[in-house]
């Protein structure tokens, strides 16, 4: 085996998803750095694989990721996997890659399952440019502060979120991006009760909502980028002014809904227009 950090994929549900190269390399390493052992340890048994472990987590401290570095310097090999999936996509493993590199170690991927990227290649959505966004903050304002300068992004948009967020993070990005842009929910991807959704926000919010499995189990969101303006997105000059003297007042879904009654143009196509002057 050469002396090497090797990043190695690992399956995101489905064992039948890992590529023979990986577990031929994890047989072969003198030690895995596992983000959780005791979770690694299943896969370990699955594959017959009786390599010594020890953890590497983002809270792994600065002097066992030099001594990582130091023993592959020294002649030794590393794995680097993470509970599931590729390793530093939202998961540990960038400080101990930096370093490598930094150190002069060769690093070598192993690829295999990602979910981001199974996400997006179901999801029917462009997938020629995209950007990936990772975890969006636990608190809903802190939330849509992150989510507001992407309202105008062009590229599709891939989102992990918690089941536990998920309907609170459908509501935020339908105030942010709005009540019919596009979106997919891709849940538990190639395990048992994989789910892959698409639909306006708003009906997405309605789906989850209405059953309670859909808020289980890890959850990849994926956006339509924002179009940009069309021929018929302007409102006539007092609907905008009505809705200017609101919104310094209200939110914008109440806005909205308030302009509609006086003006009689529909709620979307002023929640709409809303959205557009926060640039």
Not at 10 to 27: H, S
Not at 214 to 233: F, M, N, S, W, Y
Request: proline residues 6%; negative net charge.
């Amino acid at each position: 085996m050469e002396s090497a950090l090797y990043v190695v994929a690992t399956p995101i549900g489905n064992l039948g998803d890992m590529v023979p190269r990986a577990v031929e390399i994890l047989q072969g390493v003198d030690v895995i750095a596992a983000e959780d052992t005791r979770h690694s340890a299943r896969l370990l048994d699955h594959f017959h694989i009786s390599t010594p472990m020890v953890a590497y987590h983002d809270h792994t401290d600065e002097g066992r990721t030099r001594n990582m570095v130091e023993r592959i310097a020294a002649g030794e090999s590393v794995a680097l996997i993470s509970d599931a999936g590729t390793p530093l996509v939202s998961d540990p493993g960038y400080r101990l890659v930096r370093l490598a590199r930094e150190a002069g170690v060769k690093v070598i991927p192993v690829p295999g399952a990602c979910a981001m990227v199974a996400a997006l290649s179901a999801s029917g959505l462009p997938s020629d440019r995209f950007t990936f966004e990772g975890f969006l903050p636990a608190k809903s304002g802190q939330r849509q502060n992150t989510l507001k300068p992407l309202a105008k992004e062009p590229r599709t948009m891939v989102f992990y979120e918690a089941p536990h967020r998920i309907e609170a993070c459908l509501a935020d990005m339908a105030e942010i991006f709005g009540l019919d842009r596009e979106a997919v929910l891709a849940r538990e991807l190639t395990k048992t009760f994989e789910t892959i959704v698409s639909a306006p926000l708003s009906e997405l919010q309605t789906f989850v909502a209405s059953d309670a499995n859909q808020r289980k189990g890890e959850i990849v969101v994926l956006v339509r980028g924002h179009a940009g303006p069309t021929k018929d997105a302007g409102l006539d000059p007092e609907a905008e002014r009505i809705m200017s003297v609101l919104l310094k007042e209200l939110p914008t879904k109440q806005a909205a809904s308030i302009a509609a009654e006086l003006t009689g143009l529909k709620k979307k196509a002023l929640y709409q227009w809303a959205l557009d002057q926060q640039d």
